[in-house]
């Protein structure tokens, strides 16, 4: 398989991501707006590919009935390819930017905590060195 062949192969996966996010809604309006952006010019090169798979296919059937088309099926044919490769790589593009929210978590291991370990005496602060006291300036406001 050559290289422009595989470079229009969507996998089920990158779908499955994509309608994950088309519905899907982020809480913070940054993420959110960014989504909506992505998920616009997803939406651009789809139309385009529908627009270039229905003038092929209408023109080419003209074609293939025997009727001589006024059509030019060769520049249909390198539009429908630039329209599947842009809708492919759009889609791979999308899905594996936000394929770490789909992600499984990984189980935390807890590794055995001893004193020693390092952030423990943050948790136990009857082992913590005692903190220093802040001196606080007298402004004579309270006598």
């Known amino acids: 398989m050559n290289e422009t062949m595989e470079s229009i192969i969507i996998s089920p996966e990158d779908l499955d991501t994509i309608a994950e996010l088309i519905v899907m809604r982020f809480p913070l309006r940054v993420a959110e707006g960014r989504r909506l952006a992505r998920m616009r010019a997803l ?39 630039h329209a599947l490769q842009a809708f492919s790589t759009e889609i791979r593009m999308i899905a594996h930017e936000y394929d770490s929210i789909n992600a499984p978590i990984e189980p935390f291991a807890a590794e055995e905590c001893t004193d020693d370990t390092p952030g423990m005496r943050d948790l136990m602060p009857w082992q913590s060195p005692p903190r220093m006291a802040c001196p ?8």
């Open 136 to 143: 606080v300036p007298d402004s004579g406001l309270l006598h």
């Open 43 to 81: 939406m651009l090169v789809t139309a385009a590919l529908n627009r270039a798979v229905s003038t092929y296919a209408q023109h080419a059937l003209v074609n293939c009935q025997g009727t001589a088309g006024t059509s030019d099926l060769c520049a249909d044919t390198a539009a429908l390819n």
